[in-house]
């Protein structure tokens, strides 16, 4: 293509065959069509250099890419290790693309460009200075952990920001703690032996008007921190862990003498018993967990750094666990060295683990015997569904991997409810983290409400099952326990005829679905990391999710147990649920709400309001909601006795449409 006329007025590029060569330098030269030119503006478009060989080949406009300050080539830079008192020649200067080499946003938009005592402007890549400052900006308080950019991923960080919001209200308790309290003789407790009555302790009454520094209120705040740091991922749990060991290896006990409060008042006693929590903990997560090997080595590197004071050395070497690729150890695990003790270069080295370590070991070990002692063990919750959903509809996935979303062909017919139903249960019966796992059973429901014809593309089609006659129900539930039981003990059962008789199979085989998700919440709650999903799985067969909510109801700390799931999931998927409802429209949004709304349990309405207010907080994004207020109305939710929560909340929502 010949660049036109205008295009060559512009700019050119020189290109050399040969860069070392050339005079120029440059392999390419860009030459600004403003300064005037030898080769002059009558010029053709093709320019031949017989003596330097370089050709003219392409005309265009320069255009300047956004690029860190000191690569300007606008405004000139000068380069200090560490200037931050003011900016430096023309360091300020900007053009619209230069960007701040510490924020990593536009100059224009930083705060300290020319703030004394910080001056971004001035920063560049070549200073050890600058270069610290800018992984601090960007890492944040993951810094401390030697962390490269490129280490830190969502988990971390997420549990960097958690650290720093704990560091800054440890700060403000840790306060009140060196502030102390004044005691009066006749309120001042008795830590003696024996122990006599406040103010009767000749001992504890000579410290007539002593200062006492509690502890407690440290103690309990990094206590509800430790909690919270359980319950995330492992590298953000890890960054926890190590941010409040070193936090609190740094607090001091003003006392100028020893003051026996108890185990959470005094400092001395409380920081060795959180220190306990804390490296046992992350004991167990080096043992469990597989983290890279470099995290692993800069968390160990971490703790070790630490400064404890004398009354917690005893866990110096708290985290001096072996990786599992240890030569001692993997001698001693083969059984190849039984003694657990090696010479190396000529000194006696032995294998010595704390009892957490141990544990831990073994229970990963278990768990892997436990996923390699048969065909069921190995199956993973992806896998789980595609199974059920290959014994469905008689259909497979073409690519090689069962797991890659692709075409999907029939190569024979699918399985009948109560077969697939039974072998779905015994496979849960046999693997204990298909069993605790919310997506294994949210496929279950799914398939069994879904109807054996499979699209191409693998989605499957699914199905408003009518509610069954009462009578039925408590048919199928009363030998549901029975039949559990059986499968549980992996006996061959038979599914009686008389219920599960074609005509309601599916709406059988669904309830009895119910009465095995029933069970599980009843066993292993405590395990279960979700049920939103669960719920979801039923689609529009709202009967048979109001079959297991109303099952629930009569166990007071499930029924808690599980609202509290629901609502924590709703409250981290708002979005998600605001595009799911937008896609599944109003009527099953208002039969959603219903649900929930007109149990008679208060607890179990507590879903709907939150779901109800996620819509009201979001009406821009839900059109439909005017529809769903239509819903309302033709079911006389508002005329219902709901209770006062509730009916507030409904005739608000209907309110504000009825004014539009």
């Given at each position: ?5 205008k ?6 590029i ?6 070392a ?14 300064e005037?030119s ?5 010029k053709?478009?093709e320019v ?11 005309c ?28 430096l020649?023309?360091?300020a ?15 224009s938009?930083c705060?300290n460009?020319?703030?004394p005592s ?6 560049h ?34 549990g960097?920001?958690?650290l720093?919001k ?9 306060n ?9 003789p ?6 003696c032996?024996?122990k006599f009555?406040?103010g009767?302790c ?51 006990d ?24 804390i ?11 597989d ?6 080595e ?11 004071p004398?009354h ?7 985290l001096n ?32 683990e704390t009892?957490?370590?141990?544990e831990a ?9 436990n ?12 896998e789980?569904?595609v ?6 509809t ?12 692709g075409?999907w062909i029939?190569v024979?017919?699918?399985l009948?409810d ?23 059973w ?60 074609p ?12 009465q ?7 066993c ?6 979700s049920?939103l999903e ?8 709202f ?18 147990g599980?609202?509290n799931?629901i ?6 998927q ?7 409802w937008e896609?599944?429209g ?36 839900c ?10 109305h033709?079911a ?17 929502f ?7």
């Open positions: 293509m010949v660049p036109s006329k295009e060559q007025e512009q700019s050119i020189l290109i050399s065959d040969d860069e060569e050339s005079t120029l330098g440059n392999s390419v030269l860009l030459v600004d069509s403003l005037k030898a080769l002059g503006e009558e053709s478009a031949v250099d017989e003596e330097c060989e370089l050709m003219v080949t392409f265009k406009q320069a255009k300047v890419m956004p690029h860190a300050r000191y690569d300007c080539t606008m405004h000139p830079f000068e380069r200090m290790e560490c200037d931050t008192c003011s900016p020649g023309k360091n200067d900007i053009c619209n693309q230069c960007y701040c080499y510490i924020c990593d946003k536009l100059a938009e705060q460009w020319t703030t910080l001056c971004h402007c001035n920063a890549n070549k200073s050890k200075f600058w270069k610290e400052q800018r992984d601090f900006a960007l890492a944040g308080v993951l810094v401390m952990f030697n962390l490269e950019l490129t280490d830190i991923d969502t988990d971390l960080r997420h960097g920001s958690l720093i704990f560091i800054q209200e440890l700060s403000v308790e840790y009140k703690y060196l502030i102390g309290k004044r005691m009066s006749t309120k001042h407790e008795c830590f032996l024996p009555p406040p009767q000749n001992t504890c009454r000579s410290r007539n008007m002593e200062t006492v520094y509690k502890y407690s209120g440290v103690f309990a705040l990094v206590t509800r921190f430790l909690n919270e740091a359980e319950r995330e991922s492992p590298k953000a749990a890890a960054v926890m862990f190590l941010g409040a060991a070193k936090e609190i290896a740094l607090h001091k003003p006392a100028l003498s020893w003051q026996n409060l108890g185990h959470t008042d005094s400092l001395k006693i409380a920081v060795p018993c959180l220190l306990q929590r490296t046992t903990q992350l004991q167990r997560m080096l043992v469990l967990c983290f890279p090997k470099s995290l692993y800069k968390f160990v590197n971490f703790f070790q750094s630490i400064s404890l004398c917690c050395f005893g866990f110096s070497n708290s666990v072996v990786p599992w690729d240890h030569v001692l150890l993997t001698t001693v695990l083969k059984g190849q060295n039984i003694t657990g003790r090696r010479t190396q270069k000529g000194r006696k080295v032995f294998l010595w009892l957490p370590v141990i070991r073994v229970e990963r070990m278990v768990d892997k015997m996923l390699a002692c048969c065909t069921a063990c190995r199956v993973t919750p992806g789980f569904e199974y059920l959903k290959m014994f469905r008689g259909s497979v996935p073409i690519g090689k991997d069962m797991l890659d979303s075409p029939t024979g017919s699918p009948k109560g077969v697939l139903i039974k072998h779905a249960l015994k496979l849960l019966y046999s693997n204990v983290l298909l069993y605790r796992n919310p997506k294994c949210s496929s279950l429901i799914m398939i069994l409400g879904s109807s054996s014809l499979l699209e191409k593309s693998g989605h499957l089609h699914p199905l408003s099952l009518k509610e069954p006659p009462l009578d039925f129900q408590k048919g199928v539930l009363a030998a549901s326990g029975g039949l559990l039981e059986e499968l549980k003990a992996k006996i061959n059962v038979s599914l009686p005829p008389a219920i599960f008789s005509h309601l199979q599916h709406e059988a085989c669904l309830i009895l679905a119910v095995a998700v029933q069970q599980m919440l009843f292993d709650l405590p395990y279960l990391t049920f669960i719920a979801l799985a039923f689609g529009n067969n009967w048979a999710l109001r079959l297991l909510l109303e099952h629930l109801s009569y166990e007071e700390h499930i029924l808690h599980t609202v799931l609502l924590r999931d709703l409250n981290r708002k979005a998600t649920m605001l595009k799911l896609n599944l109003p009527q099953y949004v208002g039969e959603f709400l219903c649900l929930f709304l007109t149990c008679r349990h208060k607890k179990m309405q507590s879903i709907g309001l939150f779901a109800l207010n996620i819509i009201m907080e979001n009406l821009h994004m059109p439909w909601a005017k529809h769903l207020c239509n819903f309302f033709n006389g939710l508002r005329h219902l006795p709901l209770g006062a929560a509730a009916h507030h909340e409904v005739s608000k209907i309110n504000i449409f009825e004014k539009l």
